[in-house]
């Protein structure tokens, strides 16, 4: 039975991977932080074969112990300060998280592999961010990198280092470059999530106005349980590499309105939608749109949920959320 060891399984994705790796049979651990997250039950209930391990990606030491504890085949890194906004108000945070925490994992990897680098296989959440102020459209693996935000910055170092070790030591590392993706279990502080459960509450009348940042931004949004698909099929190639996991249709945050509101029969939003600055960023990134032919040609690998299908699911399930926490 495989072993794999993911950091960030009480986010989003670790979540969807854990599932999709015990389907598989693995022997699935995970590295949560803090000697008190209330996550930590969540992932016991949801998982109840996933083993945990008590570590930060700030500390060394503790990924060592998760390494050695595990014994892992595999090493998904997800673990990050996520929230591109925040990122700007925490930018010390976000560096030693996003950025130096790479660096820790791949750093605990080596001297965990020892004489033998390539026998961990490890994989680096990269992101679309690191394209910031695109320079070409649509974008792929050689598009060229400017970030537009600490967190993008973070990324884009973690990126290189994952191709560095990769390059200097032999190690099968590999980073998915992955854009947007989403699901019922997307953070409410990202923009998706966000405008599911406002349009949920409004037609439930919870709430009654939606606040907003900019609704011109474009994204190319994807099905989370699709992406994680992709970091498995990456580490099962004989070579690591680096690939765009994105599905080349790209919508705007007005569409994601359009779509979230239609759903709960509303046509028209534009008496219940508010824009604030307050929600506007420092610096956008204006719109991003990926190429993922190599991720189709090599690893075979094709996106399955589509925008509106995606909203749908979305929306059906912060309906299901409001109705319950109402009637409890
Ligand atoms: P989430 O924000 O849902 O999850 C982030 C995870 O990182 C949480 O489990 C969090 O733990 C953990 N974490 C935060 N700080 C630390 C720390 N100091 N040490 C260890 N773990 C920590 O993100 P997603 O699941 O959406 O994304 C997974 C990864 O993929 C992230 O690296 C993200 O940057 C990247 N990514 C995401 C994309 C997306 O669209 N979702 C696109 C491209 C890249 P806790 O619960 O304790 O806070
Ligand atoms: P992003 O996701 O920054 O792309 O990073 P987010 O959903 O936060 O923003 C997408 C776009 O929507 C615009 N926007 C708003 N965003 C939020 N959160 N709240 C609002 O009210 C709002 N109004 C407009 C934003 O300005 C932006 O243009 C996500 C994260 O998961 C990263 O970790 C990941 O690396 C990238 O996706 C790919």
Do not use: C
């Not at 976000?94 to 965990?112: F, I, Q, S």
């Not at 405008?195 to 606040?211: D, K, S």
């Not at 359009?258 to 204006?286: C, H, K, M, N, T």
């Amino acid at each position: 039975m495989p072993t794999a060891l993911i950091t960030g399984i009480t986010g989003q994705d670790g979540l969807y991977l854990a599932d999709l790796l015990l389907a598989k049979g693995y022997d699935v651990h995970g590295v949560v932080r803090g000697q008190n997250n209330p996550k930590r039950e969540l992932v016991r209930r949801r998982l109840p074969g996933v083993r945990l391990h008590t570590g930060d990606l700030t500390d060394l030491s503790s990924l060592m112990r998760a390494l050695r504890d595990a014994r892992p085949d595999e090493v998904y890194n997800l673990g990050a300060v996520s929230f591109v906004a925040y990122s700007w108000d925490n930018a010390h945070v976000t560096t030693d998280v996003t950025g130096k925490g790479v660096l820790n994992m791949l750093e605990a990897v080596r001297l965990h592999a020892g004489d033998d680098p390539g026998r961990v296989r490890f994989y680096q959440a990269s992101s679309s961010e690191m394209f910031g102020k695109v320079q070409e459209s649509p974008q792929h693996e050689r598009t060229l990198l400017w970030p537009r935000s600490p967190y993008g910055v973070s990324k884009v170092f973690g990126h290189h280092m994952t191709i560095n070790y990769r390059e200097s030591y032999g190690m099968h590392a590999s980073s998915g470059i992955l854009f947007n993706h989403e699901s019922p279990l997307r953070g409410p502080e990202f923009v998706t999530r966000k405008v599911t459960r406002a349009a949920a509450r409004i037609a439930l009348g919870l709430q009654h106005e939606l606040v907003m940042g900019n609704l011109d931004a474009r994204r190319d949004w994807g099905f989370a349980g699709d992406y994680v698909e992709a970091m498995w099929l990456m580490l099962q190639q004989p070579v690591a590499d680096d690939y765009v996991v994105a599905t080349g249709d790209t919508h705007s945050v007005r569409d994601l309105l359009d779509v979230a509101f239609r759903r709960v029969g509303i046509d028209d939003w534009s008496a219940l939608v508010r824009q604030d600055p307050a929600y506007l960023r420092p610096a956008e990134v204006d719109a991003l749109v990926g190429d993922a032919s190599k991720a189709r040609e090599v690893l075979g690998w094709r996106p399955r949920v589509g925008f509106e299908e995606l909203v749908a699911m979305m929306v059906e399930a912060d309906l299901a959320e409001q109705k319950h926490l109402a009637g409890s």
